[in-house]
């Protein structure tokens, strides 16, 4: 079993609708909680980096990790079809890791106009 | 600031081959990794460096070597290329007193 378990997708909305993207993981010691998006054949860009459990909001995007469930969110409101993407989920216990990010296969996203 | 740049951008390489990979940073971040990108496997961690002159295995090591004789660049090196090696390369720096970590566009290796 994997660490960090993400849904594949791909996932395929409407211009405007709300996208949830989710992550489960295993290991009780991550405390550290980011979201990357990463369009076709670029590189990884971080979107949101969270702390612990709780809700973190950025413009039409809300990260939210339930530490008690281990389970984590980002939330997409107003989707546009600049969004498609595949967006990675990546978590870490933090210190004395040295940074080591432990990832997710990634969520694949299509907004149709 | 360029941020992370990665040289080359594409390679096609014979089995047997060497290579090196050349992640270059200007964000003076003490940290630096190599990943690989594998459809269906996400990514995972070749390498890893927490300052100059020093160098860790990550998850998937065999196959690679590293060095990182000055903080600015952080090289990944292929002594002989297998097939299985076939993949998109990565290299991230992390912000210093954080988690937080920065991708370069990527190298797009082929070995045939």
């Known amino acids: 079993q994997k660490e960090v378990e993400q849904d594949p997708g791909p996932l395929s909305v409407p211009e405007g609708a709300i996208v949830s993207l989710n992550c489960t993981y295993s290991n009780s010691a991550f405390q550290y909680f980011m979201w990357y998006r990463q369009y076709s054949r670029k590189g990884p860009e971080l979107l949101m980096y969270?702390?612990?459990?709780g809700n973190k909001e950025d413009g039409r995007f809300t990260a939210q990790v339930d530490k008690s469930s281990k389970y984590i969110s980002l939330f997409i409101r107003d989707s546009q079809p600049s969004d498609s993407a595949t967006y990675l989920c990546?978590?870490?216990?933090?210190?004395?890791?040295?940074?080591?990010?432990?990832f997710g296969q990634g969520t694949t996203l299509q907004v149709k106009p | 600031n360029a941020g992370v740049t990665q040289t080359p951008k594409f390679r096609v390489l014979k089995t047997g081959q060497s290579m090196t990979l050349l992640c270059a940073q200007d964000m003076n971040h003490e940290y630096m990794y190599w990943y690989r990108q594998d459809p269906g496997m996400g990514l995972r961690l070749i390498h890893y460096s927490v300052g100059e002159g020093t160098t860790a295995k990550g998850e998937v090591p065999d196959g690679y070597n590293v060095s990182r004789l000055k903080k600015q660049n952080f090289l990944l090196g292929l002594e002989s290329a297998a097939p299985s090696q076939t993949s998109v390369y990565f290299c991230a720096t992390q912000r210093d007193y954080s988690y937080e970590q920065y991708f370069g566009p990527g190298t797009r290796l082929t070995v045939t």
């Open positions: 990546a978590m870490t216990p933090g210190s004395g890791n040295t940074g080591k990010l432990i």
């Open positions: 969270t702390y612990s459990s």
